[in-house]
Nanobody, 125 residues
Framework: QVQLQESGGGSVQAGETLRLSCVASGYADSGNCMAWFRQAPGKEREGVAS????????YYTDSVKGRFTISQDSAKNTVYLQMNNLIPEDTAMYYC??????????????????WGQGTQVTVSS
C-alpha cells in the first residue's frame, strides 16, 4: 500500500523560504512520477511541480518558476519542494502525489492516484 507523508509547512512572511518534504512508502519500485499540488480556500487544486523519478526531469507551473525547486532523494524515498521568495498568493494546502506509470510526468490532478494528507503553507505580507 502506497503512503505519502508531507511535512515542512508553516507560517512565514513574504520573501521567506520553506522546504516541504514528502516521504513515500510502498511506492519506490512501482512508480515513476511524483508531484506537488496546492489548493487555496475556494479554489481548485492546481499542479505546482512534478519530477520524473527515473530521469529527474522536472516541470513547474508558470507562477512558481524561478522560485520553487522540486528534487528527490531516492535513498530516502523522499521528494522535496524548496520554496524561495514566497508570496501571499502561495498560501494554500500543499499535497504530495504519486502515480505508478504515466506517459508524461506533469502535475495534472486526474493522473495521480496516490495522495498525502497535505501540509499548510501560509504566507503573510
Amino acid at each position: 500500500q502506497v503512503q505519502l507523508q508531507e511535512s515542512g509547512g508553516g507560517s512565514v512572511q513574504a520573501g521567506e523560504t520553506l522546504r516541504l518534504s514528502c516521504v513515500a512508502s510502498g511506492y519506490a519500485d512501482s512508480g515513476n512520477c511524483m508531484a506537488w499540488f496546492r489548493q487555496a480556500p475556494g479554489k481548485e487544486r492546481e499542479g505546482v511541480a512534478s519530477i520524473d523519478l527515473s530521469g529527474s526531469s522536472t516541470y513547474y507551473t508558470d507562477s512558481v518558476k524561478g522560485r520553487f525547486t522540486i528534487s528527490q532523494d531516492s535513498a530516502k524515498n523522499t521528494v522535496y519542494l524548496q520554496m524561495n521568495n514566497l508570496i501571499p498568493e502561495d498560501t494554500a494546502m500543499y499535497y504530495c502525489a504519486a502515480v505508478s506509470t504515466v506517459p508524461r510526468c506533469v502535475p495534472l490532478v486526474p493522473d495521480f492516484n496516490y495522495w498525502g494528507q497535505g501540509t499548510q503553507v501560509t504566507v503573510s505580507s
